[in-house]
């Protein structure tokens, strides 16, 4: 399984991206795609995740300003981030758990990981 990320970029406080993650390789009927970050000389944070069955969990610090779905045809996950301020920034990493019965926000729960995307943004 490959994941490729992409989408981050350079944006001012109040601003949206939209970020991308698309799968190659093995598939499950059942698995959980999870969004984490990791912000300069912090640890890892789980952001967001969705479920096969296209439920989604967020963490505190993104709900009510951004939203996962995705695309099954194109085994494409989105992260879209609206309302972006100068502490959203990090490098933002998609994963999968690729037999995931339940999301989790747990990072050792996913064995594969994308190659991350920098998310800055300027106050």
């Known amino acids: 399984v490959q994941l490729q990320a992409s989408g981050g970029g350079l944006v001012q406080t109040g601003d949206s991206l939209r970020l991308s993650c698309e799968a190659s390789?093995?598939?499950?009927?059942?698995?959980?795609l999870g969004w984490f970050r990791r912000a300069p000389g912090k640890e890892r944070d789980f952001v967001a995740a969705?479920?096969?069955?296209?439920?989604?969990y967020y963490s505190d610090s993104v709900k009510g300003r951004f939203t996962v779905s995705r695309d099954g045809a194109k085994k494409t996950v989105f992260l879209q981030m609206n309302t972006l301020k100068p502490e959203d920034t990090a490098v933002y990493y998609c994963?999968?758990?690729?037999?995931?019965?339940?999301?989790?926000?747990?990072?050792?729960?996913?064995?594969?990981w994308g190659q991350g995307t920098q998310v800055t943004v300027s106050s």
């Open positions: 390789g093995r598939t499950s009927s059942s698995f959980v």
């Open positions: 994963a999968l758990d690729l037999q995931g019965k339940v999301i989790t926000t747990e990072p050792r729960a996913y064995e594969y």
């Open positions: 969705i479920k096969s069955s296209g439920s989604t």
